[in-house]
């Protein structure tokens, strides 16, 4: 499994924008595709964005499409997810995700590997 560890979290006004970071460690991470999820209280984890091993294929949930964008470093071992325009209702626990294969994907129980996810708070 590869470990993953989220940062870049926080507090910020309605309409700006954060960049979280996740870093991996362990094993190949170029052989991971990756996800980002979010769950907010008392709601269920929710899919964000995925990008697949390579980084040329990305995918987001309609929510988001259009504000946030996943990218990968395979040089760094790292994902991140900028994220712009940011709604109150973007406000949860941000988590990464890794999943042996060349593709990601939008459920939570394709990912074997998870970080211990950071918070983002967004203020109306």
């Known amino acids: 499994q590869v470990q993953l560890a989220e940062s870049g979290g926080g507090l910020v006004q309605a309409g700006g924008s954060l960049r979280l970071s996740c870093e991996a460690s362990?094993?190949?991470?170029?052989?991971?595709?990756m996800g980002w999820f979010r769950q907010a209280p008392g709601k269920e984890r929710e899919f964000v964005a995925a990008?697949?091993?390579?980084?040329?294929?990305?995918s987001y949930a309609d929510s988001v499409k259009g504000r946030f964008t996943i990218s990968r470093d395979n040089a760094k071992n790292k994902v991140y997810l900028l994220m712009n325009s940011l709604k109150p209702e973007d406000t949860a626990v941000y988590y990464c995700?890794?999943?042996?294969?060349?593709?990601?994907?939008?459920?939570?129980?394709?990912?074997?590997?998870w970080g211990q996810g950071t918070q983002v708070t967004v203020s109306s």
């Open positions: 362990g094993r190949t991470f170029t052989g991971y595709a």
């Open positions: 990008i697949n091993r390579n980084g040329y294929l990305t």
């Open positions: 995700a890794g999943r042996l294969s060349l593709a990601g994907s939008v459920k939570s129980d394709d990912y074997s590997s």
